[in-house]
T-cell receptor, first 108, second 112 residues
């Protein structure tokens, strides 16, 4: 069936560094959403991208939707300890399909 | 205060027993969903409902059942037929299919 792949599965980041997590699909998506789940918590919606090539920013977070609408990325600059958690992308082909997530660990 | 509530937060059951997890929302959302999350894993869709009295199987519906008699409520029953029921169960809702989903705090079910 249709799947969305997220890489990397784990990301260890030094506080202050930047990192990027990627979400890839073999088929064209109608939209893509990003969620964050803190340890022990539940997923919280961050953003939705709909248009080809769309770029949206939320403070230190930059979200991008690929030109072919088959991939997306989340880039975090100057990582802080509050960025700890698992980031999920969720792709829509009519119903939402969540990726396996990127677990982010931040070392001070 | 609008949101989604799930109860209980922790649930323990003996193998062979059916158990029902509660999910209530006061967001006036039409669509509701149940997901299962295993340690270090993503979210897998169990069932979803886009309207009262109608629901659809997700990717892992075997061993589970749901009902949607009211817009606000979407309870999930984990039956004894579910082979590995121990997991974190998350309920979510959205105003329509494909829209942003709002998640409840989850129920951690342990079956021994």
């Amino acid at each position: 069936g249709q799947q969305v792949m997220q890489i990397p599965q784990y990301q260890h980041v030094q506080e202050g560094e930047d990192f990027t997590t990627y979400c890839n699909s073999s088929t064209t998506l109608s939209n893509i959403q990003w969620y964050k789940q803190r340890p022990g918590g539940h997923p919280v919606f961050l953003i939705q991208l709909v248009k080809s090539g769309e770029v949206k920013k939320q403070k230190r977070l930059t979200f991008q939707f690929g030109e072919a609408k088959k991939n997306s990325s989340l880039h975090i600059t100057a990582t802080q300890t509050t960025d700890v958690g698992t980031y999920f992308c969720a792709a829509s082909w009519g119903k939402l399909q969540f990726g396996a997530g990127t677990q982010v660990v931040v070392t001070p | 205060d609008g949101g989604i509530t799930q109860s209980p937060k922790y649930l323990f059951r003996k193998e062979g027993q059916n158990v029902t997890l509660s999910c209530e929302q006061n967001l006036n959302h039409d669509a509701m969903y149940w997901y299962r999350q295993d340690p270090g894993q993503g979210l897998r869709l169990i069932y979803y409902s886009q309207i009262v009295n109608d629901f659809q199987k997700g990717d892992i519906a075997e061993g589970y059942s749901v009902s949607r008699e009211k817009k606000e409520s979407f309870p999930l029953t984990v039956t004894s037929a579910q082979k590995n029921p121990t997991a974190f169960y998350l309920c979510a809702s959205s105003s329509a299919r494909d829209y942003e989903q709002y998640f409840g705090p989850g129920t951690r079910l342990t079956v021994t």
